[in-house]
């Protein structure tokens, strides 16, 4: 996997690590700080890292700042709780964690985690390499659309299994549609987690087999009288059904800080010496994490 660029949806590991490992959340620094996800997230990095033969890496996180789907949508997340303090305090402690552990890493205000993750992906490609995203988010299988030798592994698999890995091949298998009708899937049936409310009573098995049919959520729209007992349903939420896919569509053109030229820019080193007080001050075995 020499030419291969693997892109971490890191947010995502730490919520898992956060809420999802039990005793983990009640890990701590000496001095008090909660670790649990922290810590989580760096053994899930060494896992991939190794199971995986990651050579280059990038660590992609969310934007500090509400980003441009909330001037779409007032509603967008709006159904999200406030994020638990104990895991708040400790995102920019992970992404200075990554950092230190010697991953390249990313966010860019105004933009999510996975619209960050689509930018790097596309350009990537265009330069010729392999890409690989680690993530179970479902909508970053719209990339599975562009050009290249692109995949999603999900995390928390036997990396020896391949129907743990989706790609444009399979993609339909997995989720009822190819890769380039994702977005207009989420958008017909809704997406509950972003608070992005779909046609009443069209869930993921009845949206594929429309979008299916029709070729495209436009052409759906266009020709709902073929759509059955939903046609109504659908001519009265035309407007809403065209911000929804502006809701769930990734956005590729986002303003890195960095060009996308060289894969040694997304190079994983070695932590130096003056990384190590770091991890000493949050109680984490540096030697372990990088083992």
Not at 52 to 63: I, N, P, R, T, V
Not at 136 to 142: F, G, I, N, P, V
Request: charged letters at 25%; aromatic letters at 8%.
């Amino acid at each position: 996997m020499e030419d291969t660029l693997f892109i971490v949806d890191t947010m995502y590991l730490i919520f898992r690590s956060f809420y999802a490992f039990g005793g983990r959340q009640n890990l701590t620094a000496p001095d008090g700080t909660p670790t649990g996800a922290v810590y989580g997230l760096a053994n899930s990095l060494r896992s991939f890292r190794h199971g995986l033969k990651m050579k280059y890496c990038l660590c992609a996180f969310e934007s500090a700042v509400p980003v441009f789907r909330h001037e779409i949508s007032e509603i967008y997340k709006a159904n999200r709780k406030e994020t638990d303090p104990g895991l708040k305090v400790q995102i920019p402690i992970a992404i200075e964690m990554c950092q230190r552990l010697g991953y390249k890493t990313a966010s860019v205000d105004g933009y999510e985690a996975d619209d960050v993750i689509a930018t790097v992906a596309a350009q990537a490609l265009r330069q010729g390499w392999k890409v690989r995203i680690i993530s179970k988010d479902k909508d970053l299988a719209q990339l599975l659309a562009l050009e290249g030798d692109i995949a999603i592994i999900m995390p928390s698999t036997n990396f020896a299994k391949n129907d743990h890995y989706v790609d444009a091949n399979n993609c339909k298998e997995h989720y009822g549609v190819p890769p380039e009708l994702i977005a207009d899937w989420l958008a017909l049936m809704g997406d509950s987690s972003d608070n992005i409310i779909g046609v009443k009573g069209i869930g993921e098995k009845t949206a594929a087999k429309l979008l299916n049919s029709c070729g495209c959520l436009d052409n759906l729209v266009a020709q709902a009288s073929k759509a059955g007992r939903f046609s109504q349903a659908i001519v009265d939420y035309k407007e809403q059904l065209a911000e929804n896919k502006r809701l769930t569509t990734v956005c590729m053109d986002v303003p890195l800080p960095w060009p996308v030229e060289s894969l040694e820019t997304f190079g994983i080193s070695q932590p130096k010496a003056e990384d190590v007080p770091f991890f000493v001050k949050l109680g984490l075995n540096l030697p372990k994490l990088i083992s």
